[in-house]
């Protein structure tokens, strides 16, 4: 699966690769690969950046368009 909606917040918001990969704790080489799809998202990190973007994880994996 690919989580292109977790790009996009991030970028909505101009916060770079890094700043995210700090928040969660990650490499910023691992991040983009949660980005890319390369690498799936583990339940922990998706609730915190459903927490960090004020979505929800559905949201995030597209299961709906609603972000909260």
Do not use: C, W
């Not at 996009?8 to 991040?31: G, N, S």
């Amino acid at each position: 699966m690919k989580y292109e909606r977790i790009r996009e917040l991030r970028e909505d918001r101009d916060i770079t690769q890094q700043k995210i990969a700090d928040f969660l704790h990650v490499t910023q080489k691992t991040y983009s690969r949660y980005e890319n799809g390369e690498r799936n998202i583990p339940t922990e990190i998706l609730i915190q950046l459903a927490d960090y973007h004020h979505v929800s994880i559905d949201y995030l994996v597209g299961r709906t368009d609603y972000k909260s």
